[in-house]
């Protein structure tokens, strides 16, 4: 019987021990530790005692999802049925003209440029060069982007390319560029024209569903249950603080307990740090941050240059402030709004779709704001509450959402290691570690894996942890399980 520990109870570790159990369920024993009471990583979610939820960022899922509805869907949940769509609109705010501007998506790639041309937020000038540019772009992006353009940042090869200059001082452009939440910086021209390959050609692609409620609930638990219906284990609070190795074998894993349910930034509870021997293999699906924690303990190992581009992956810090209000918002089409202030650049209303919210007569509306922390560390709560809802009064249907009706507001600084995002920036793709690694018995997975998306998403993840648990499966192929031989040999360990 073949052991695999599976660390990270995101979407890449939720994916990867899924498909372990799915193909090899009779000769597989799977375990999932994750460092939180909630499921989820990043894409989590937990509830207040009154009932309010609060995410680590808000996720949305787009049109061209195909893996990961087809996980929720094994473990009995339904993406459509527990999403709502955007129907492709979406409204940016406009510095220039001080005007919020509804951007369409057509069911089409010529749909989608017919209905961008009523887009009011360019000039017909600006839209014509921006078709023009995305003509003489389009012939590399179908034939496969290069890789070499990770080394130039968007704007550079918009200059080149003939991006009229006026449109960077758009919020249109701007927004496009920031959706990976690189922003104060530039993102790497083939992180987002990988991104528009596979996203932005039109409206089922790019169609936004907004999740019915907090992800863990609706669809990590779900997930989870499925897991342990096969015969997986799935243990929380369990953080890993070291690795240990024998030249270029993995031994070891040194494991501790967690403090906090939520998000903290405690050290393990002191004297839990355990040693874990009892495994054949080991799949880490934690953020490179984390991963270069861990590697700081394990210096023969941060030395090799398959894990050491995992140190060099500079994170970003996600930023999160939930607003409850008294009053109901009335904007005509229920979307994201793009283009607010930064550093909380992005807003949506969870009240419509958040099944938690429905009944719940104490909340109009139940807002989200979104953004990254950098160059904005010293602003502090109430000076981001000010700012975040200052913008938002400037758009349509939000003018009347005075501070007096503000039920209850939190900010969300994801700050910790397992919190942050990785950069899409220039150069970044040089760095990035392939699933497999020189140490004997240890995987990678997530979105931040070199995976054939290279941009990161959920369904990036999903599509990691699948990738990652196959290629542990083709390995145990050709070699006997070795759990027994490694606990009479080197002493019976956790697990």
Known sequence: MHRVLVIGGGPAGLSAAETLLRKRGDDIQVTVLTDRAYLGGKAGSWEHPDGRVVENGQHI???????????????????????????????????????????RLGPSTLGTLIDGFQYTGWTLREKLGFCATIARLAPKVVAGVPESWDDICLSALCVEYGLPHSLFAT??????????????????????????????????????????????RIWWEPVAKHIEGMGGRVLRMK??????????????????????????????????ERPWRGFDEVILAIPPAALAMVLERTPGLAALPALAGARKLRPVVPLGLHVWHRAMARPKH???????????????????????????????????????????????????????????????????????????????????????????????????PWPTTPVDRLWLAGDWIRNGFDFPCMEAAVHSGTQTAELVLASLEKRPGRSDELLAGRGRGRG
């Open 61 to 103: 899922t787009m049109g061209f999802y195909k893996e990961l509805p087809a996980l929720l869907g094994r473990a009995g949940v339904s993406h459509r049925g527990t999403t709502a769509s955007n129907h492709g609109r979406f409204v940016i705010w406009e510095d220039r003209d001080q005007r919020a501007h509804e951007l």
């Open 171 to 216: 919020n249109g452009f701007r927004c496009t560029r920031d959706a990976q939440l690189n922003y104060p910086g530039e993102i790497s021209a083939y992180s987002m024209l990988m991104t528009i390959k596979k996203a932005g050609r039109d409206f089922l692609t790019a169609e936004a569903h907004f999740p019915g409620g907090g992800m863990s």
């Open 239 to 272: 953080r890993l603080v070291g690795l240990e190795h024998r030249g270029d074998e993995l031994t070891g894993l040194i494991i501790g307990e967690s403090q906090c349910a939520e998000h903290d930034d405690e050290p393990c509870l002191h004297g839990s």
């Open 334 to 432: 229920r979307t994201v709004v793009a283009g607010m202030a930064p550093p909380l650049e992005f807003v949506v209303d969870n009240k419509p779709f958040f099944e938690e919210y429905s009944d719940d007569g104490r909340f109009g509306a139940c807002l989200h704001f979104v953004g990254q922390e950098a160059g904005y560390e010293d602003l502090d709560d109430e000076a981001l509450l000010n700012r975040a809802m200052g913008a938002l009064r400037r758009i349509p249907g939000y003018e009347h959402l005075d501070d007096a009706g503000i039920h209850s507001w939190q900010v969300v600084r994801n700050r910790r290691a397992h919190q942050r995002y990785w950069n899409g920036e220039p150069g970044s793709l040089k760095h990035k």
